[in-house]
């Protein structure tokens, strides 16, 4: 039995995570969740990459293309990838029989295609969520609007529509309703479908030494968190947790990689760097920066727990943590707020160590356990990691995207969504006068209230003309008529 094989072209965004650059995000980590199982299945890709703010060398030329086997990839600047008759003429040359928008800004620019193709996206977290918590950082709702304007198009026109955590899912059909994409056509079609981040493969070396011994003393109890402080991290309530355990615990150090998110949070760190600037406890913290992705596996090794902190907010709800699935990859035991899908998952089987969302004492409380049982500590870390390599791994994870790219379709209702008519009610029982204020009842309502009435009649009456009752019905009728009609022949 032969594999239909498919030529994909994709939106997605670079740098690659094997590549040699110094900055990682969770956009470039989901493009290649998606990009290598196709490939692993044989499928030709185009890949056109946009570039993730601060990744490249300042001198690096606007387009950058390469060919790995059946992959042609293109990296390019956020200008490059603006030029939609550009992309459109990339689409053309290549033809083909797919297209795949990973994360949300190309996913929008994937759906803006003069395309019959099947389009695919996937919404790498739900950017209302998003949205919300970034208008509270800036203090500016127009935000909303920024994040509905990209996913606006992708729910109108994607054939599926992927998410990184079930209840986005849940969140992105609710989305599609108000779209007019729930219609009768699409029943028993699966619009929204759940691909969890997986664990990317990472093969750097691990050097301790880079850290203990270095940056912090050899025999400190060391607090990681690895990566951005985006809008959704809770920095008080960290604070206030590492005031409390730094307070208790001489050997306590917390290590920092990563910081502000260029061109998107450049406010939530700086407000948690300025409170540990202030602090009678600033020496023991260590603001490492984004360190070349090539030595991140050294803060793992020289780590003994992991830190995720989230605020109480949708986006937690909704969304998932890169920075836990590369702590689970490492192998390093993990402490986070319980809310996101993820560390619910976790938590149920006992893998994490896990404190209330705003509960800074019980953050604390878990610090000071984690120091005073590093054994147990560090079993349930190899546990998680076992755990995790398989529930988490790229097949696994992908796998409707690759059954779906051997045979790429529309979606039922491609090209047919349904228009939203506000004046439809079929909940209207009578155009009887209003018994309570009579003088309401003019003629002209009357006229509006008769055509309205008439309206929804003939909608109903459509309805049934369509169903499979109706056609069963007019065919028995038919032979019915038949029958009788050559029994009155004349002999």
Not at 356 to 368: E, H, M, P, R, S
Not at 421 to 443: C, G, H, M, V, Y
């Amino acid at each position: 039995m032969t594999t239909a094989l498919s030529r994909i072209l994709v939106f997605g965004n670079a740098p690659l995570p094997f590549e040699p650059l110094r900055l990682q995000r969770s956009g470039n980590l989901r493009t290649w969740q998606f990009v290598k199982p196709l490939l692993d299945a044989g499928h030709e890709v185009l890949l056109l990459g946009v570039r993730i703010p601060d990744s490249y060398p300042e001198e690096s030329p606007p387009l950058i293309d390469q060919r790995l086997g059946a992959l042609q990839y293109s990296s390019m600047t956020v200008e490059r990838f603006n030029n939609s008759a550009d992309l459109q003429r990339q689409h053309d040359a290549f033809a083909p029989d797919a297209v795949l928008g990973i994360n949300t800004f190309p996913a929008a620019q994937a759906v803006g295609l003069q395309t019959d193709c099947p389009i695919w996206c996937d919404l790498n977290g739900w950017a209302m969520a998003e949205a919300q918590t970034k208008a509270a950082t800036y203090d500016d709702d127009r935000f909303l609007s920024h994040f509905w304007n990209l996913e606006r198009p992708v729910l109108d026109r994607a054939d599926v529509i992927s998410a990184v955590s079930q209840a986005q899912t849940h969140a992105l059909v609710g989305e599609a309703a108000t779209r007019g994409r729930l219609s009768r056509v699409m029943v028993g079609y699966e619009l929204c479908r759940h691909i969890p981040n997986a664990l990317v493969a990472s093969h750097a070396p691990a050097d301790p030494g880079l850290v203990r011994g270095n940056l912090v003393p050899a025999d400190a109890f060391v607090l990681l968190w690895v990566g951005g402080y985006n809008t959704w991290t809770d920095v008080d309530l960290l604070y206030d947790a590492l005031d409390l355990a730094m307070g208790r615990l001489a050997s306590l150090r917390f290590v920092s990689t990563g910081g502000a998110l260029q061109g998107h949070d450049e406010v939530t760190f700086e407000r948690f760097r300025q409170r540990i600037a202030a602090s009678t406890f600033a020496h023991r913290v260590h603001f490492a920066g984004w360190v070349p992705t090539s030595q991140v596996p050294s803060y793992y090794a020289a780590a003994d727990l992991g830190l995720n902190v989230d605020l109480a907010s949708y986006e937690t709800t909704f969304g998932a943590r890169n920075r836990i699935n590369d702590m689970l990859k490492a192998g390093l035991p993990i402490l986070t707020t319980l809310g996101t899908e993820i560390s619910c998952q976790l938590a149920e089987r006992s893998l994490v160590l896990t404190a209330k969302l705003g509960d800074a004492k019980g953050l604390a409380q878990q610090i000071t356990w984690a120091h005073e049982h590093r054994n147990e500590l560090r079993a349930m870390g190899r546990d998680a990691q076992s755990f995790a390599q398989t529930t988490f791994s790229y097949a696994r994870t992908t796998g409707p995207l690759v059954r779906w790219a051997r045979s790429p379709s529309r979606a039922p209702d491609a090209g047919r969504v349904v228009e939203l008519d506000e004046s439809i009610d079929f909940f209207r029982q009578s155009l009887a006068p209003s018994s309570t204020n009579p003088a309401k009842t003019t003629e002209a309502n009357l006229e509006l209230d008769l055509e309205t009435h008439c309206r929804n009649l003939e909608n109903q009456l459509e309805i049934i003309q369509r169903s499979k009752a109706w056609r069963l019905r007019q065919a028995l009728l038919n032979l019915r008529l038949r029958f009788f009609s050559r029994r009155a022949l004349p002999s």
